[in-house]
């Protein structure tokens, strides 16, 4: 195991977004979108595997009062257990990192691999009271569940739900070791550097998102074809291209009213709506309610 030198830096505090699934199964998501170092922690007893997946930036996990560091990079996966002690999650988030981890309690695990426990290599009979940690990859199919959980945007009533398929659809990948690991549910989105040029598209609308370009031109700079722009971002992301951004533009703007710093008419344009009766119909589209009766909710 891998362990880093602390950094001097400026430390925020923040917190996990958390969703229970059922008692002793849970996913917990953080984005770091600071420009500071964000420390985050949550208890976790000694009764839990703790599944963590970077899908953006890195982070670094604390143990031992500062005594070890294990750090976790974009694109790789970290699974914890030690039945002899207590593991609390003390993680140091870099800024721009994204992570979501899904923590499930060591008996409702094994119900799941019982008739499996060999193929599980830390379920076996010699290793169960044994501490293991591995690090991993993540691959691409497992890239795909990871962002439509991190991009979710159905209705809150059923999240619990959403999210504890997706929980089991990516321990599944996470144990899945045959050739076809590595195959996308999608044929073109079979390796990396699809699944990357994806990322950037989103990147480009969400850093252009006042003046978007158009699916053509986003196309052509992230060099995808349309059609694969179009069906790999839905894949990934659950919306289309345009779906996204507007779910996206309505969430800053509904932060930027909450920071009581800046007007209506000011947010419309800081999201790309030039005139404020646009942005007041698109908001009222979206949460059902005008900008400023928002506002005067939220005072």
Not at 84 to 111: A, G, M, T
Not at 198 to 219: C, F, G, V, W, Y
Not at 231 to 260: C, H, N, P, W
């Amino acid at each position: 195991m891998k362990f880093e030198n602390r950094l001097s830096k400026n430390v925020a505090e923040g917190s996990f977004e958390e969703t229970l699934l059922e008692d002793g199964f849970f996913v917990l998501m953080y984005k770091n979108e600071s420009d500071n170092i964000v420390t985050i922690e949550r208890e976790i007893n000694s009764t839990y595997i703790q599944f963590h997946f970077c899908l953006k930036g890195e982070a670094t996990f604390v143990f031992n009062q500062g005594t070890y560091h294990l750090p976790i990079h974009q694109d790789k996966s970290l699974l914890l257990y030690n039945p002899q002690r207590d593991l609390p999650i003390h993680l140091e988030v870099r800024p721009n990192c994204w992570l979501i981890s899904v923590i499930i309690s060591i008996e409702k695990f094994h119900r799941l691999f019982s008739q499996d426990a060999s193929y599980v290599t830390f379920l076996s009979d010699d290793n169960r009271d044994k501490k293991y940690y591995k690090d991993g990859n993540i691959i691409p199919s497992m890239a795909v569940v990871l962002n439509q959980m991190i991009n979710f945007n159905l209705n809150n009533s059923i999240k619990s739900l959403y999210f504890k398929g997706k929980s089991y659809e990516l321990l599944s990948l996470f144990f899945n070791r045959s050739e076809d690991a590595d195959i996308e549910q999608c044929p073109f989105l079979v390796d990396e550097q699809n699944i990357a040029k994806l990322r950037q598209a989103k990147d480009i609308i969400i850093a252009k998102m006042a003046e978007p370009p158009t699916l053509q031109e986003l196309s052509d700079e992230i060099g995808l074809s349309l059609k694969k722009l179009k069906e790999g971002f839905k894949q990934i992301y659950g919306d289309t291209v345009f779906g996204f951004l507007f779910d996206y533009k309505m969430e800053v703007a509904r932060k930027l009213l909450e920071s009581g710093r800046h007007n209506v008419n000011e947010v419309g344009l800081k999201v790309g709506y030039s005139t404020a009766s646009h942005f007041i119909a698109a908001f009222k589209k979206k949460y059902g309610t005008t900008p400023k009766k928002y506002i005067q909710k939220t005072v």
